[in-house]
């Protein structure tokens, strides 16, 4: 579990040190959601330094922190962060090999105050495009969760917004029918 308090602490560090960062993954929903539990982990579209060209900021960063780091899946830096008795881990990506958000993603990010914090973070719509995007069994899992609290009344997604998204893809009907099956469009 990671807290927004522990959350907030460990975006503080990060923009302290000139990281510059979208909120991407599963933190947006819980966010959205109001929950002080924001998931097992907080993933980032990094902008600037790059995970894959700058692997050296990371470094630095947790040995100065004394913060374990790793690596993700695509072999761009991952961080365990300190927050108190709290671990965050913090996974940072980039667009490469088959990760990619779209550059208009990034651009129409909004502001959240997470704890005090104002951090950049995906919009709900382009979170669910990108899941669609992806498309993997335990990302479809979390596209009819998202469906079941859209008809709930728990969220709200913004059908054009979502359309737009699912336009920046070349596979857009891909994408949309994966979402008709869920039940989202």
Same mark, same amino acid.
């Given at each position: 579990?990671?807290?927004? *308090?522990?959350?907030?602490?460990?975006?503080?560090?990060?923009?302290? *040190?000139?990281?510059?960062?979208?909120? =991407?993954?599963? /933190?947006?929903?819980?966010?959205?959601?109001?929950?002080?539990?924001?998931?097992? $982990?907080? $993933?980032?579209?990094?902008?600037? %330094?790059? #995970?894959?060209?700058?692997?050296?900021?990371? *470094?630095?960063? #947790?040995?100065?922190?004394?913060?374990?780091?790793?690596? /993700?899946?695509?072999? /761009? %830096?991952?961080?365990?962060? @300190?927050?108190?008795?709290?671990?965050? %881990?913090?996974?940072?990506?980039?667009? =490469?090999?088959?990760?990619?958000?779209?550059?208009?993603?990034?651009?129409?990010? /909004?502001?959240?105050?997470?704890?005090?914090?104002?951090?950049?973070?995906?919009?709900?719509?382009?979170?669910?495009?990108?899941?669609?995007? #992806?498309?993997?069994?335990?990302?479809?899992? @979390?596209?009819?969760?998202?469906?079941?609290?859209? *008809?709930?009344?728990?969220?709200?997604?913004?059908? @054009?917004?979502?359309?737009?998204? =699912?336009?920046?893809?070349?596979?857009?009907?891909? =994408?949309?029918?994966?979402?008709?099956?869920?039940?989202?469009?």
């Amino acid at each position: 579990m990671v807290s927004r *308090r522990a959350f907030a602490e460990v975006v503080r560090v990060l923009l302290d *040190r000139d990281f510059r960062f979208v909120v =991407i993954g599963g /933190t947006i929903v819980e966010y959205m959601l109001g929950s002080e539990d924001l998931g097992d $982990d907080v $993933d980032l579209f990094v902008e600037s %330094p790059s #995970a894959v060209f700058e692997e050296h900021r990371y *470094r630095s960063l #947790a040995e100065e922190m004394d913060w374990a780091l790793g690596y /993700t899946w695509l072999g /761009t %830096p991952r961080i365990v962060a @300190r927050a108190g008795d709290e671990e965050v %881990p913090v996974e940072f990506y980039e667009n =490469i090999h088959d990760f990619y958000v779209p550059q208009a993603f990034i651009e129409r990010s /909004t502001r959240a105050d997470i704890g005090g914090v104002r951090a950049r973070m995906l919009q709900l719509e382009d979170h669910v495009a990108l899941k669609a995007s #992806a498309g993997r069994g335990s990302d479809v899992e @979390r596209l009819k969760e998202i469906a079941r609290l859209v *008809r709930k009344g728990k969220l709200v997604l913004d059908k @054009r917004k979502l359309l737009d998204a =699912i336009s920046e893809f070349e596979d857009r009907d891909v =994408i949309a029918r994966r979402l008709r099956e869920v039940a989202i469009l």
